[in-house]
């Protein structure tokens, strides 16, 4: 290949052009000279740089990596990122809750199999919720989104209220498509009732004085635990660990379940 030295190396030292790596001319240079006019090398000097700016600017951020240590329920796992536990809230979908048998139980087992305890992940942060966990779209070692594959499978539903963030259409269309095969939670006609709405009966149902009667009062008694000091107010932050969190749970401190899913301070767990 004939090449002109010089003009490369001051075709190297323009200004649009140095961070471009060029390692060879695929024509000779001459042969460029007579070829194209300048206002045409202008252009394609500027090209690929534009090109490598656009690509930068629209690629996202790398996602991080995690270890899954546990499964909560089928929405909440706990990983290890570089040595920090998180608790982590999967984005976009709503899964049923434990208490609402035996779908809760379906859709833990379901996450389990999709992200087995020890297995890596991919998170795509989105935000934090208002009990301190991360929100985050989750992919499997093999790509897969693990929400969008619960919501296709009839484990769980798109979360409309949180949809903002996420393909909106395709979490949608996964759901119509269980919908229509009538798979796990739309087995009934409509499908079960919604968790966000479950959970929202269950708190107007514990603030009427018939059901505060039913709560397990002589616990603490039973377990030969001091009961809690009169005006005495826990906060998650506060409590030391979710074990002592459901204790209090069962004591009377119920603001500490604070989605009444039956689980005090989920972010300790």
């Known amino acids: 290949m004939i090449s002109d030295v010089t003009s490369i190396q001051e075709?190297?030292?323009?200004?649009?052009?140095?961070?471009?790596?060029?390692?060879?001319?695929?024509?000779?240079?001459?042969?460029?000279?007579?070829?194209?006019k300048p206002s045409q090398l202008d252009q394609m000097r500027v090209a690929p740089l534009l090109s490598f700016l656009i690509f930068t600017l629209l690629t996202p951020l790398a996602a991080a990596a995690a270890t899954v240590i546990s499964v909560g329920d089928g929405d909440t796992i706990r990983v290890d990122e570089s040595g920090k536990k998180i608790t982590i809230r999967v984005?976009?979908?709503?899964?049923?809750?434990?208490?609402?048998?035996?779908?809760?139980?379906?859709?833990?087992?379901?996450?389990?199999?999709?992200?087995?305890?020890?297995?890596?992940?991919?998170?795509?942060?989105?935000?934090?919720?208002?009990?301190?966990r991360t929100v985050v779209e989750v992919f499997?070692?093999?790509?897969?989104?693990?929400?969008?594959?619960?919501?296709?499978?009839?484990?769980?539903?798109?979360?409309?209220?949180?949809?903002?963030?996420?393909?909106?259409w395709v979490y949608l269309d996964r759901e119509k498509l269980a919908e229509r095969y009538r798979l796990g939670v739309w087995r009934s006609a409509r499908g079960i009732e919604r968790p966000w709405d479950w959970r929202?009966?269950?708190?107007?149902?514990?603030?009427?004085?018939?059901?505060?009667?039913?709560?397990?009062?002589n616990l603490t008694i039973i377990n030969g635990a001091a009961s809690p000091r009169p005006g005495r107010r826990w906060y998650c932050r506060t409590v030391g660990s979710w074990e002592h969190a459901q204790q209090l749970l069962r004591e009377g401190h119920t603001y500490l379940d604070g989605d009444s899913d039956g689980e005090a301070c989920e972010a300790l767990r």
């Open 140 to 168: 499997t070692q093999n790509g897969a989104n693990a929400g969008l594959t619960l919501v296709q499978q009839g484990h769980a539903f798109a979360y409309r209220q949180y949809l903002k963030q996420c393909d909106t």
């Open 91 to 132: 984005a976009c979908i709503d899964a049923p809750e434990m208490a609402q048998s035996p779908y809760g139980q379906k859709a833990r087992e379901a996450l389990q199999d999709l992200l087995p305890i020890g297995s890596t992940v991919t998170l795509k942060v989105q935000t934090k919720d208002r009990y301190g």
């Open 200 to 217: 929202a009966t269950r708190r107007g149902g514990e603030s009427k004085p018939k059901q505060r009667a039913e709560r397990p009062v």
């Open 11 to 36: 075709l190297m030292e323009d200004p649009w052009i140095k961070t471009i790596n060029i390692t060879q001319i695929p024509v000779p240079i001459r042969s460029w000279n007579a070829m194209i």
